[in-house]
């Protein structure tokens, strides 16, 4: 049951490391998702993934539907992150990824579902071309 949790470890925080992440990360788009992941050396006692989403107020206006967004975003993320933790389980690295809402309107909760596994599944794939 502890493998669905998602602690405060597993949250990117702190601005110098999301600014770096923003400057030096690799990115791609999935709509309505831009994402920008960046890999690491494992580091001690340091989550293997750490994550943030962020919804531009330019693109959601009213607080409470970004907030409802995010909300969405991260449930599901929580239920999908073992893709990423399992592939990163023996590699002994880790990644920071920022899932950046680009839609316009608020989607249903499972076609952010579906989208965010179709990232999580890149992420993965880019990382395998990479460590070849």
């Known amino acids: 049951m502890g493998q669905y949790r998602l602690i405060k470890q597993e949250r990117l925080s702190g601005k110098k490391q999301i600014e770096k992440i923003f400057r030096e990360g690799n990115s791609f788009f999935i709509k309505p998702f831009r994402v920008i992941w960046m890999p690491y050396d494992q580091g001690s006692m340091r989550a293997p993934v750490r994550m943030m989403i962020t919804v531009p107020a330019k693109n959601i206006r009213r607080a409470v539907k970004r907030n409802l967004i995010k909300r969405r975003v991260r449930e599901a993320y929580r239920k999908h992150k073992n893709i990423l933790t399992e592939w990163l389980a023996g590699k002994n ?33 880019e990382n395998e071309k990479a460590t070849d």
């Open 93 to 125: 690295r880790s990644l920071d990824v920022v899932f950046i809402y680009t839609g316009t309107q608020i989607s249903l909760y499972r076609d952010i579902e579906e989208k965010l596994v179709l990232s999580l599944q890149k992420i993965v794939a």
